[in-house]
C-alpha cells in the first residue's frame, strides 16, 4: 500500500466513522452502565411478552443515530424467540433468546450465528432505544419452524460485509441474514437461489449515499466494507426497509420503537 494510499484510508475512517464500524459485533462488556441495560432489557421481554409474541425482530442503536447515514438508525438486529431459559438462580423459566448473526471482533470480514440474552444483546447499544417488528401470528408460527430447522444455519453465509447486497448471496449481514430467513418463512423454501429471486423481486432496499472516492477506498479503510457486490448505488437490508416490506405486504402485527420512558410509533 502507498503512503498516499495509506493517507486516504485513514481520511475515510476519520470521515466515516459510522460505516467503518458496524455496530454489529458481539458486545462483550457493556458500553451502558449495566444495571441500566439490565432493566432495558427486561423492560423490552415484558413488554414482547405483554403482546403475545413468540418470535420478533428486535434491533439496537449500535452508534450514536447523529452519525448513521442518511434513513439508518439501527446497526444490528436479531430474532428474539420465546423460550425456556436458564435463570441466574439455576431454575427454568420462560423469556427469550435472541438469535444474531455476529460480525468476528478478531476477523471483521467474518460472522457467526451466536444465541445470547436480551441483556447480551444491549450490551452493544451505544444508547437505549429498541426497534420492534412484531410479525403476524402466521409468519411468527413460520419463522419459528425455520429457526428450529437447519434452513436457520443453512442460510447463513460467514462472508461478512458492511453493506452487504441483499439481492445476492456475494457477502451477507445480521439483516440480511433475518431477511433471508423472513424470505424462506414466507414462500416455505430453504433454496437460496429462490430466496434471493423473492428479494430482488418483493424487497426495496435501502440506499446509502456513498461517494465515488469514499466508496474506492472503502475496503483498504475496513476489509468488511466491500462493495464490489453492487452496481453504481449501493443499496442495503436495513431495520427499516425490512419494517416497510413486512408493512406493505401486510405480513407485521406491529412495528414501534421502545425507550426506557416511552413506547411510540415510527
Known amino acids: ?81 420465546y423460550s425456556q431459559i436458564t435463570l441466574p438462580d439455576g431454575s427454568k423459566g420462560q423469556g427469550y433468546r435472541v438469535y444474531n448473526l455476529y460480525q468476528r471482533s478478531n476477523d471483521r470480514t467474518r460472522s457467526d450465528l451466536i444465541q445470547d440474552s436480551p441483556a447480551e444483546f444491549f450490551a452493544g447499544a451505544q444508547r437505549l432505544d429498541a426497534g420492534i417488528i412484531i410479525p403476524d401470528p402466521e409468519l ?70 456513498v461517494g465515488g472516492v469514499k466508496r474506492a477506498f472503502a475496503a483498504i479503510a475496513s476489509p468488511a466494507l466491500n462493495t464490489d457486490d453492487h452496481g453504481q448505488i449501493v443499496e442495503t437490508a436495513t431495520f427499516g426497509s425490512v419494517s416497510r416490506f413486512l408493512q406493505s405486504y401486510g405480513m407485521a402485527k406491529d412495528i414501534y420503537r421502545i425507550t426506557p420512558t416511552n413506547v411510540s410509533r415510527f
Open 1 to 81: 500500500m502507498t503512503r498516499f494510499t495509506k493517507f486516504c484510508a485513514t481520511l475515510l475512517i476519520v470521515l466515516l466513522p459510522t460505516v467503518t464500524t458496524a455496530g454489529s459485533s458481539t458486545p462483550g462488556q457493556s458500553i451502558l452502565p449495566q444495571a441500566e441495560v439490565a432493566t432495558f432489557a427486561n423492560r423490552v421481554q415484558q413488554d414482547l411478552a405483554s403482546r403475545g409474541a413468540s418470535v420478533a425482530i428486535v434491533a439496537r442503536m449500535g452508534r450514536d443515530p447523529a452519525q448513521m447515514p442518511n434513513g439508518i438508525l439501527y446497526t444490528h438486529l436479531g430474532l428474539w424467540v
Open 140 to 209: 411468527q408460527r413460520k419463522l419459528l419452524a425455520v429457526i428450529a430447522s437447519p434452513t436457520y444455519a443453512a442460510l447463513h453465509n460467514p462472508r461478512y460485509s458492511v453493506l452487504a447486497n441483499p439481492r445476492t448471496s456475494q457477502y451477507q449481514n445480521c439483516t440480511e441474514h433475518t431477511l433471508d430467513v423472513l424470505i424462506a418463512s414466507i414462500y416455505g423454501t430453504s433454496d437460496i437461489g429462490q430466496i434471493k429471486a423473492n428479494v430482488a423481486a418483493y424487497f426495496v432496499p435501502q440506499v446509502v449515499q
